[in-house]
């Protein structure tokens, strides 16, 4: 999935410059230009930068508090435009993670995307999910054994479609192989079961070596779809 960056300003032209740095590293830009759209966005989407232009843009504090209160965006790497020193004592206060003052070119905008991109891949892949069709076997307390297919796999859990309703709160044995052979076991904790054939798994324990595999495995998963997106040229 793309990355994605929330560009709060009324200045078409820092605008243009952090739309045009964000294609160039892979990343769709979306441009507002008011406080209150704003406030709307970032309430409903998911960012992985936001942009606040302090300057031309009326209570940008108060995006930027919600920005970190909100459990979604609370993490996402913010870029405050202040020239003024009050402005810049605010945003810092706030939280912002890079400091921008006028005048900017787009040289100042691709350093810093350069910069945070690397914080902003590293919390894509806390959170990764990758969908993969694995058979899981799953051993009960009572050495019942349920055939299941996974949805997706994350560092911390998996999704499954199985015929078998779960009950949220049980514990099983879970086993896999993963693609290149890897073997893979965990005692998992049923975390959800919707009656309709899905189930939400938790990795309660797992073994640090297979736990460094898996995270291997992912990490190789996760890049792969990053390289798969052609960045574009600069002109």
């Not at 939280?95 to 590293?122: E, S, T, Y």
């Not at 052979?181 to 990795?203: E, M, P, Q, T």
Request: charged share 20%; proline share 3%.
């Amino acid at each position: 999935m793309q990355m994605q960056a929330l560009v709060v300003t009324a200045d078409q032209w820092l605008s243009s410059l952090f739309g045009k740095a964000s294609t160039e590293i892979g990343m769709e830009a979306q441009i507002i230009g008011d406080a209150e759209l704003a406030l709307n966005e970032v309430s409903r989407s998911k960012y992985d930068t936001v942009v606040l232009d302090f300057d031309t843009v009326s209570e940008p504090s108060q995006v930027l508090g919600v920005v970190r209160s909100s459990r979604s965006n609370r993490s996402a790497v913010i870029f405050a435009v202040a020239t003024d020193n009050a402005h810049k004592k605010t945003a810092s206060q706030y939280g912002a993670n890079f400091l921008l003052h006028r005048p900017i070119d787009i040289a100042q905008v691709r350093r810093g995307l350069a910069a945070a991109k690397g914080f902003m891949l590293g919390e894509r892949r806390r959170y990764f999910r990758c969908a993969v069709e694995l058979v899981v076997l799953l051993a009960r307390s009572d050495s019942e054994r349920v055939q299941c297919t996974s949805m997706n796999i994350s560092s911390s859990g998996m999704g499954i479609k199985t015929a078998t309703a779960l009950t949220p709160g049980e514990r099983l044995n879970a086993s896999c192989m993963l693609p290149g052979g890897v073997n893979f076991g965990a005692i998992v904790r049923v975390i959800w079961d919707d009656r309709h054939g899905k189930s939400g798994l938790h990795f309660d324990s797992v073994p640090p070596d297979l736990q460094s595999k898996l995270e291997t495995w992912l990490d190789s998963q996760f890049y792969a779809e990053r390289i798969s997106t052609p960045l574009r040229q600069r002109t």
